[in-house]
């Protein structure tokens, strides 16, 4: 009964390091996607007025740039998937990856070649433990991007991007990322970076406050069209990638918030459940003694 007794303390012990370990990390999280969602709340206005214009700019410029026109053959494609440095985030890792996996596999149905470019170090763990090819990784800054990061991101897919396919480039490129809806939803979802679908796509993917089925305004481009797409397009791209990064860094937050109250739930129900059987356990022990008391005591009684 003792040494029961021993390992049930132990465990008690043991669970309620872990708990404390789990409370901290929560309330870390719950203090950081405050500030998280509210970046992602204030990059909206300026992801706004950028897709507004270049909304305009392609409903009423007959311009062909190689950024939003679709090629005739799209023979590859490449995939941006954002995932977190670190786990411990529910199933917030596990649940982009198998997006980016349903994109792949539709891609490939389609007999498209696939590039993969990868943002986090959970996306770089899955395809090294299977050994899998891709083209780029970026790390260390999932759960507070920078914008630095976003556009170092940015001018590679661009690069690749206007490579000739003969020399590795891409017809297509998609990112998959989690979309931060409120505290207890968030979901992966995908969107095509590049040729630009700005009219049909940003209503449904973009941040909060998009534009949707508003008239557009009626802009002057000085000094020409194609000039301006030329400087407006890259930034554009770094402004969705930036985006789409705050998008990720609020849900990672908001995910590991959530499994880290549950992992502290589940250590005081274990608590309650180990300081139980070590209770019964002690009392076991103590009515074992007194029944050997009152045995030895008999039979002394009985010997005289």
């Known amino acids: 009964m003792g040494a029961q007794i021993r390992v049930y303390r132990q465990r008690i012990r043991s669970v309620s390091a872990t708990k404390k370990i789990t409370r901290a990390m929560e309330l870390m999280a719950a203090s950081r996607v405050i500030k998280a969602r509210q970046r992602v709340l204030e990059s909206a206005p300026y992801t706004h ?4 214009a270049l909304s305009a700019l392609a409903t009423y410029s007959n311009h062909e740039h190689p950024l939003t026109t679709q090629a005739e053959e799209v023979r590859r494609a490449g995939v941006l998937i954002i995932t977190a440095d ?6 917030y890792n596990a649940n982009a990856l198998k997006e980016s996996e349903r994109l792949i596999e539709k891609l490939k149905g389609e007999g498209k070649e696939v590039t993969a470019y990868l943002v986090g170090r959970r996306a770089v763990s899955y395809y090294k433990f299977r050994h899998r090819e891709y083209a780029a990784e970026w790390t260390g800054f999932t759960e507070k991007p920078t914008i630095e990061a976003a556009r170092e991101i940015g001018e590679r897919l661009v690069d690749d991007f206007n490579v000739d396919y003969d020399e590795g480039g891409h017809d297509e490129l998609h990112i998959v990322y989690t979309r931060f809806n409120t505290m207890v939803n968030q979901e992966p979802r995908v969107l095509r970076l590049l040729p630009m679908e700005v ?9 909060e406050g998009g534009p949707g089925d508003e008239a557009l305004p009626l802009y002057s481009f000085e000094p020409s069209s194609e000039e301006v797409l030329d400087a407006i397009l890259p930034k554009y791209v770094v402004s969705r990638i930036w985006t789409c990064l ?12 959530r499994a880290m109250k549950s992992a502290t739930d589940n250590a005081d129900e274990l608590i309650k459940k180990y300081t139980r059987l070590a209770n019964e356990a002690r009392q076991a022990e103590i009515t074992q003694e007194i029944s050997e008391i ?7 009684a009985e010997s005289k």
Do not use: F, H, I, P
């Not at 007025?49 to 507004?52: F, H, I, Q, S």
């Not at 705050?246 to 918030?257: G, I």
């Open 294 to 300: 009152v045995g030895g005591a008999s039979a002394l």
């Open 49 to 52: 007025a950028l897709t507004r």
């Open 199 to 207: 009219v049909d796509d940003y209503d449904s993917d973009s941040v």
């Open 86 to 91: 670190r786990g411990l985030a529910g199933g």
């Open 246 to 257: 705050l998008s990720a860094s609020a849900s990672e937050l908001a995910a590991r918030q």
